[in-house]
């Protein structure tokens, strides 16, 4: 990890005006990061973790003190300031040694429901790309469902593309693809 990647931030501003910050996610995030989840409607749960949960799961929590950039990263969205400072988003990697010796990763994203279609999720992607090709990965993979094709199609700067894998099936809504970035 290169000393500065614990302090790599964006400060942008939303849509509506407010100030936003993208920045490295910390444990003490950790009750930040309950409350965003909180408020997730079920389907935007569904959506990010292919299943239904009621909360995160405490080891994904003990996690964050292991971000490294090559093996996990994760990134949280926030508006506001210290004790009102709130999670509206977040986007996660981890890494791996691909058979061809290729440095890649499985990506994901969670935006609150209030904030979607401001192009959150693009941004952390691209910030994302930033710091995995620091660290020499490659490619950037995603399990996206059906119904989150469209969301996919448009993203920008950098795009997912179809990958050549299977197509599998996710439980009983539908079909997912695997979709591949290269960084």
């Given at each position: 990890m290169r000393d500065d990647?614990?302090?790599?931030?964006?400060?942008?501003?939303?849509r509506d005006g407010r100030p936003a910050l993208i920045r490295v996610m910390?444990?003490?995030?950790?009750?930040?990061?309950?409350?965003?989840?909180?408020?997730?409607?079920?389907q935007s749960v569904y959506t990010r973790f292919f299943s239904f949960r009621k909360s995160i799961p405490d080891r994904a929590f003990e996690r964050i003190a292991e971000?490294?950039?090559?093996?996990?990263a994760g990134l949280v969205v926030i508006i506001g300031d210290g004790v009102d400072?709130?999670?509206?988003?977040?986007?996660?990697y981890v890494?791996?040694?691909?058979?061809d010796?290729?440095?890649?990763?499985e990506v994901a994203f969670t935006i609150e429901e209030d904030f979607q279609g401001q192009g959150l999720a693009s941004r952390l992607l691209a910030a994302l790309v930033t710091l995995a090709r620091c660290h020499g990965l490659v490619r950037f993979e995603a399990e996206v469902l059906a119904a989150m094709r469209r969301c996919w199609s448009?993203?920008?700067?950098?795009?997912?593309?179809?990958?050549?894998?299977?197509?599998?099936?996710?439980?009983?809504?539908?079909?997912?693809?695997?979709?591949i970035l290269r960084t």
């Open positions: 990647d614990l302090d790599f931030q964006q400060q942008f501003t939303l910390r444990p003490d995030d950790k009750p930040r990061l309950q409350a965003a989840f909180a408020k997730l409607d079920p971000i490294d950039f090559v093996k996990l400072e709130t999670v509206i988003g977040g986007a996660s890494g791996r040694t691909d058979a010796g290729a440095k890649v990763a448009s993203s920008s700067p950098a795009q997912l593309q179809p990958g050549s894998g299977p197509r599998r099936r996710i439980g009983s809504r539908g079909d997912c693809d695997r979709q």
